[in-house]
């Protein structure tokens, strides 16, 4: 008969919840070094303070897949406003153990465009966890594409840098002309929103660098060669959802200086500058365009998660 999505109760919803917080704590612990059980707790928190009214919570849809009067699974879809302004999310999807293998994922998220299409929503993106291999095929073959990535690998601590190119401190002229040119020319690389906005850009970055060059975590570097600025990156120290990864946020080489290898000696430049702080890993984000993507599988890092959008 094929899969139809049903209204999830509360009663159901809270019986599922345990067995969700526990999936994605455990993605979380595996992808990112987080403490099994500090993950865990963290999960609960976001569950409860996301969904203060349950299934009733304002622009969450919240169904169970059913096949010939069979439950098979669990759909929870954000509307747009939630995750991102102009894009509704899938949250959550989960074919129960025993039903899985069967095509239950394709038609549940086929019923879940369907549904938003009704409701006039146009776009949707999901996260795929790196080490899922199989539902990152799937997405792909449902139309799904690269909307951006973070990849990882452990520092070498005896790394040797070839004394070409050097980071140095940003001041805060600097970086304010460098942020505003990013901002205008290119949003998405601060938002990762296929519709931000320049504004949202530079709200982004204040909330992730309220104090500038000198917040705590965060260090804006200028890479330089032979006294010039060749470009510039945003690295970001580990924090509680990433105790073991340091992580290049925004990573750019001026035009003029492009193709010289510049973006792997700052890449190394960093990890250099990492190591100095005792941490163990370093992560890329990487934005879902053909260029970024090819320099990526140049670099030996594993993928770790990865964002991805569709137009209905």
């Known amino acids: 008969m094929g899969v139809k999505l049903i209204d999830l109760t509360q ?8 067995a ?9 612990a595996l992808s990112f ?30 169904w169970k897949a059913v096949d010939d009067g069979d439950e098979i699974g669990l759909l929870w879809i954000s509307m747009p406003g939630i995750v991102f302004p102009d894009m509704a999310w899938i949250s959550e999807i989960e074919v129960d153990e025993g039903r899985r293998g069967r095509g239950y994922g394709r038609q549940m998220i086929a019923a879940g465009e369907a549904d938003l299409l ?30 951006s990535q973070v990849r990882a690998r452990p520092i070498d601590p005896e790394l040797q840098l070839d004394g070409e190119l050097t980071l140095v401190p940003m001041t805060q002229d600097g970086y304010e002309d460098r942020l505003h040119a990013l901002a205008a020319e290119d949003p998405f690389a601060l938002v990762r929103d296929p519709g931000a906005t320049t504004a949202d850009a530079l709200r982004a970055a204040a909330r992730n660098a309220p104090d500038g060059v ?28 990433r105790p073991t990864t340091g992580l290049i946020a925004y990573l750019g080489v ?49 993928l770790i998660s990865e964002q991805m959008v569709k137009d209905l």
Do not use: C, K
């Open 214 to 241: 000198t917040t705590e975590g965060t260090l804006l570097l200028a890479a330089e060669v032979d006294g010039d600025e060749v470009g510039w990156l945003w690295l970001a120290l580990p924090n509680p959802g």
């Open 20 to 28: 969700m917080a526990a999936w994605y704590a455990h993605d979380v």
């Open 11 to 18: 009663a159901e919803l809270e019986a599922r919840r345990p």
């Open 118 to 147: 009704a409701r006039d929503v146009h776009r949707i993106g999901l996260h795929v966890f790196g080490h899922n291999t199989d539902a990152r095929r799937l997405y792909l073959r449902l139309g799904y594409r690269i909307l």
């Open 33 to 62: 070094g987080v403490d099994p059980q500090v993950a865990l707790e963290q999960t609960v928190q976001e569950l409860s303070t996301s969904l203060a009214d349950g299934v009733d919570t304002e622009g969450q849809l919240f």
């Open 254 to 302: 001026d035009p003029e200086h492009r193709r010289r290898g510049h973006g792997r000696r700052m890449i190394a430049a960093a990890e250099a500058e990492l190591a100095r702080y005792g941490v163990p890993r370093i992560g890329l984000t990487v934005p879902g365009r053909a260029e970024a993507l090819a320099f990526a599988d140049t670099l030996d890092m594993t």
